[in-house]
């Protein structure tokens, strides 16, 4: 991927988005990725057990997306086909090691973003680079970071944290608390110009931790489920009344209107938490798996005045789409690199314009491969190829492959001519930090 590069039908793009108005006017843009949420971990996908009301009106209020993917199964990669438009058989960063870095070259959406005038920051975990290093996010775009640059650091929420690679003791302090504070700040510092805060949070990845005090552990301390499924259900609800604290403080600035929001999750829960939560709901697997647990993620988008309040969409998209679609919010669509595998999904966000199609959505992850197309989903697992009717059986139950085997054909050959052997990349390693002891939530009581 070549920094001077562009796709030559960006121009005609650009000249429409033009006018309709958004070159002129950019809107602010809040992208809040949490980490190893359950497409069915919220009210409004779902949700029986877990308080989410500040992220169901989000939902109430835009679009929600019911065939929305991560670009992977896990952490590092799929935060590389998010901040470069490519996918899992083309992205830079496809171990989960901890430390392989993005190189120089590699362009980010912050820095497409930086070419439209915006501030950038992000905060939480970045799992691109090590502070300090090659792939670090403030030499890829982003004004400030603040957070876990190296993904193994990010297995406690006790422990000090890093700004733009400095380092800042908490003292003992929750980090997503100090996480969130600093989002905030970031906020009330640009919110009188075009601004995009990035925020990778952390929660409700394990370890699953979050102190006595925070309010969101009074609604679960004493149901009757295991600590995990107690804790993250605390985590959700923590990060849901921040969600509702970022919509206050917009509307405060009287920027509510010209900013975008997007709620989603980094990949499919890291437990099922059967009988609990179902996190995954019918579809089989969960992270680290290509089965739709482990990649469908929720995905809302809220824009008062443009895009529909209440309305759902089954388009198919996923994270290399999130370039191309920021860059044309933005007005800059011809700073997206040529080869991305990415398309703008903004005509489908505001229901205006021809959606531009493609022929399928692709990961791959160990050995497996898998590839969408429409209705179609076609997985390589143990060496056997599968095929799917996602319309009719979300729960990948039924292997079609014998039935329509022209359709498995064309799928399966989709599979090999997407994967393009990774470039040689070194390895940084992993970085885990000193701890401080954290304050564990106390044991639920006993029920008879």
Same mark, same amino acid.
């Not at 403030?138 to 970071?145: L, M, N, S, T, Y």
């Not at 003791?169 to 996480?179: M, N, V």
């Not at 009757?224 to 990060?239: G, K, L």
């Given at each position: 991927m070549m920094k001077q590069s562009y796709h030559p039908m960006l121009r005609f793009i650009l000249l429409l988005f033009t006018t309709l108005g958004l070159a002129q006017d950019k809107p602010n843009i809040i992208f809040i990725m949490v980490d190893d949420m359950g497409y069915h971990d919220l009210g409004c996908y779902g949700s029986k057990t877990i308080r989410t009301p500040n992220i169901d009106r989000l939902a109430a209020e835009g679009l929600r997306f019911t065939d929305c993917y991560s670009g992977d199964t896990v952490c590092a990669s799929a935060r590389s086909t998010l901040m470069t438009g490519t996918h899992k058989g083309h992205t830079p960063v496809r171990g989960n090691s901890g430390g392989i870095p993005l190189f120089p070259g590699d362009i980010t959406v912050a820095e497409v973003l930086k070419k439209a005038g915006y501030a950038t920051g992000g905060f939480g975990k970045w799992g691109l680079g090590n502070q300090g290093k090659d792939g670090?996010?403030?030499?890829?775009?982003?004004?400030?970071?603040?957070?876990?640059?190296?993904?193994?650091?990010?297995?406690?929420?006790?422990?000090?944290?890093?700004?733009?690679?400095?380092?800042?003791?908490?003292?003992?302090?929750?980090?997503?608390?100090?996480?969130?504070?600093?989002?905030?700040?970031?906020? #009330?510092?640009?919110?009188?110009?075009?601004?995009?805060?990035?925020?990778?949070?952390?929660?409700?990845?394990?370890?699953?931790?979050?102190?006595?005090?925070?309010?969101?552990?009074?609604?679960?301390?004493? #149901?009757?489920?295991?600590?995990?499924?107690?804790?993250?259900?605390?985590?959700? &609800?923590?990060?849901?009344?921040?969600?509702?604290?970022?919509?206050?403080?917009?509307?405060?600035? #009287? @920027?509510?209107?010209?900013? @975008?929001?997007?709620?989603? &999750?980094?990949?499919?829960?890291? #437990?099922?938490?059967?009988?609990?939560?179902? &996190?995954?709901?019918?579809?089989?697997?969960?992270?680290?798996?290509?089965?739709?647990?482990? @990649?469908?993620?929720?995905?809302?988008?809220?824009?008062?005045?443009? @895009?529909q309040a209440g309305k759902t969409s089954d388009f198919p998209w996923y994270f290399p789409d999130v370039m191309p679609t920021l860059a044309a919010l933005a007005g800059v669509p011809g700073e997206v690199p040529e080869l991305v595998d990415g398309i703008s999904v903004l005509p489908t966000l505001l229901g205006q314009g021809k959606q531009a199609s493609r022929d399928y959505l692709y990961w791959e992850f160990g050995n497996s491969r898998a590839v969408r197309d429409g209705r179609w989903k076609g997985l390589t697992k143990g060496g056997a190829f599968q095929l799917f009717d996602l319309r009719q059986d979300r729960a990948e139950r039924n292997d079609l492959s014998a039935k329509y085997p022209e359709i498995a054909e064309r799928l399966q050959g989709y599979t090999q001519a997407a994967h393009v052997d990774p470039r040689s990349q070194k390895d940084d390693g992993k970085y885990t930090g000193k701890a401080a002891r954290p304050k564990k939530p106390k044991k639920a009581k006993k029920t008879s």
């Open positions: 670090a996010a403030e030499r890829q775009g982003f004004d400030r970071f603040f957070g876990y640059y190296n993904q193994w650091h990010a297995h406690t929420y006790y422990t000090h944290l890093f700004r733009n690679s400095e380092k800042v003791e908490l003292d003992g302090r929750y980090t997503h608390h100090a996480i969130f504070d600093e989002a905030i700040r970031f906020l #009330k510092e640009h919110h009188d110009k075009p601004f995009f805060l990035y925020c990778p949070w952390t929660p409700p990845h394990a370890a699953y931790e979050i102190p006595e005090d925070d309010p969101a552990w009074a609604l679960y301390r004493d #149901k009757p489920w295991d600590h995990a499924a107690r804790v993250a259900a605390a985590m959700d &609800s923590m990060m849901d009344r921040q969600v509702g604290e970022i919509m206050a403080l917009l509307k405060a600035f #009287k @920027i509510d209107d010209n900013t @975008i929001v997007f709620f989603t &999750s980094d990949n499919g829960a890291a #437990k099922r938490f059967e009988g609990v939560h179902d &996190s995954c709901g019918v579809m089989q697997g969960h992270k680290r798996s290509l089965h739709e647990g482990g @990649i469908r993620v929720p995905m809302i988008a809220r824009w008062p005045g443009k @895009i």
